[in-house]
């Protein structure tokens, strides 16, 4: 029953804002995903597409910062926001993927917010080649306009949301907070004794004794992607 009344409700739903369509309706990720312009994360449904219609769908978006270099003579490129980017203090992108920091994080730690953008590259590049591990999902991030915020703090995120909105275009967004970020966190897998550019080696790799590292843990290994 559950199943068929969702069924009937999703007609419905293109005229709605993707927060009025996606959140506080208890689906479950399944259920989530089935909407359109939702996206499933840390147990609940939020809207990918903000306050625009859910018509727009989660994936509707554009490339974003197209031409932006993200990557030079082995450091993270940071660039000037453009023009209704507003939300941004910098901006760069990682395999083709719009970044974007606030003025506040990029204030209170470049460590971090570099160290955002290495994760990122790793997750995308686990054997060190230069290139995406998998381009199929590299041209869906890039194609339609995934968004990856880095806020200083719970409130700076909500600044965005409540004053700023997301730049033109963007189609899914994750956020990421520097306040979660932890550079040489003992979650490192190197850290552990495994490989940096070898994933089958991570789970199994426990070992932090050999080396100095900052045993609070690091979320944004698992935050950095949808």
Request: charged letters at 20%; a negative charge; glycine letters at 10%.
């Amino acid at each position: 029953m559950r199943w068929f009344w969702f069924a009937l409700q999703l007609a419905a739903t293109a005229a709605q804002s993707g927060e009025e369509a996606c959140q506080n309706k208890g689906f479950g990720p399944t259920e989530c995903t089935a909407v359109g312009c939702c996206q499933y994360d840390d147990a609940q449904c939020w809207s990918a597409v903000h306050t625009a219609p859910c018509s727009s769908g989660g994936g509707g978006g554009r490339v974003l910062l197209s031409g932006v270099v993200g990557w030079a003579d082995g450091a993270v490129v940071w660039h000037d926001p453009p023009s209704g980017w507003g939300v941004c203090g910098k901006v760069t992108t990682v395999f083709g993927v719009a970044v974007c920091v606030t003025p506040a994080a990029w204030s209170e730690s470049e460590e971090r917010c570099n160290h955002v953008a290495h994760v990122f590259y790793q997750l995308m590049d686990n054997d060190a080649d230069g290139n995406a591990d998998d381009p199929e999902i590299q041209d869906e991030m890039v194609g339609n306009g995934y968004f990856l915020f880095v806020p200083a703090t719970e409130s700076d995120m909500e600044n965005m949301e409540n004053m700023h909105g997301p730049p033109d275009g963007v189609g899914a967004s994750q956020m990421t907070g520097i306040w979660e970020a932890i550079p040489n966190s003992c979650d490192t897998p190197t850290n552990r004794g495994a490989s940096a550019s070898d994933r089958s080696t991570w789970a199994a790799a426990v070992d932090t004794s050999a080396l100095s590292c900052d045993d609070r843990r690091d979320a944004t290994t698992e935050e950095v992607l949808p």
